[in-house]
Antibody, heavy 123, light 108 residues
Framework: QLQESGPGLVKPSETLSLTCSVS??????????WGWIRQSAGKGLEWIGS???????FYNPSLQSRASISVDTSKNQFSLNLNSVTAADGAVYFC?????????????????WGRGGLVTVSS | SYELTQPPSVSVSPGQTATITCSGS??????TYWFQQKRGQAPVMVIS???ARPSGIPGRFSASKSGTIVTLTISGVQTEDEADYYC???????????FGGGTTLTVL
């Protein structure tokens, strides 16, 4: 299971920080990437980025300059930092797991999702 | 940037067949996945790797691919199938995941 946690309210220009706790598996597993997807109110799904415990990472080009995802194997969790937020960053943020295989390295198979956490950006 | 195109909405009566399309130039090269999202809930995968049904997904959900168009078919639609449906695949560079804009299925 995946469970998001973090502040539900962030001020404009500040950094949004969320953590995803992983149970029933290890973030150190070579089989998975760990990432975040967000959904603004009434809108579609937007992938933010995904990282592997090896350090390999991918980010949405539109958010790459502001987003950073890290894995903490000691706590079996991973985190998202999104800096310089604006109202447009207010959304439900889902943490997700991607199954990875070198045999189909171009595939993005999101097999496990957290329930989502709402973040509002407002002063 | 690369996009997957879905119709904004589809409406059917209970018991009928619903079809939701997703188009994208790179779809022939990569798998497509379909997610169902009910109001206030996280998305749930209903189709993986173009046409496979994950464990626990009813048999009325199926999908097919023809060229640059993939189609999700829900046969014998039930009221509980009313939800938003998203297709997802890999972008045309083979690097990043991309989602379609979503289709709202209304069961009248």
């Amino acid at each position: 299971q995946l469970q998001e946690s973090g502040p539900g309210l962030v001020k404009p220009s500040e950094t949004l920080s969320l953590t995803c706790s992983v149970s029933g598996g290890s973030v150190a597993s070579v089989t998975y990437y760990w990432g975040w997807i967000r959904q603004s109110a009434g809108k579609g799904l937007e992938w933010i980025g995904s990282v592997h415990s090896s350090g390999n990472s991918f980010y949405n080009p539109s958010l790459q300059s502001r987003a950073s995802i890290s894995v903490d194997t000691s706590k079996n969790q991973f985190s998202l930092n999104l800096n310089s937020v604006t109202a447009a960053d207010g959304a439900v943020y889902f943490c997700v797991r991607r199954i990875y295989s070198s045999a189909w390295s171009h595939e993005w198979y999101f097999d496990l999702w957290g329930r989502g956490g709402l973040v509002t950006v407002s002063s | 940037s690369y996009e997957l195109t879905q119709p904004p909405s589809v409406s059917v009566s209970p018991g009928q067949t619903a079809t939701i399309t997703c188009s994208g130039s790179a779809l022939p090269k990569f798998y497509t996945y379909w997610f169902q999202q009910k109001r206030g809930q996280a998305p749930v995968m209903v189709i993986s790797k173009d046409s496979a049904r994950p464990s626990g997904i009813p048999g009325r959900f199926s999908a097919s691919k023809s060229g640059t168009i993939v189609t999700l078919t829900i046969s014998g639609v039930q009221t509980e199938d009313e939800a938003d449906y998203y297709c997802q695949s890999t972008d045309n560079t083979g690097t990043y995941p991309v989602f379609g804009g979503g289709t709202t299925l209304t069961v009248l």
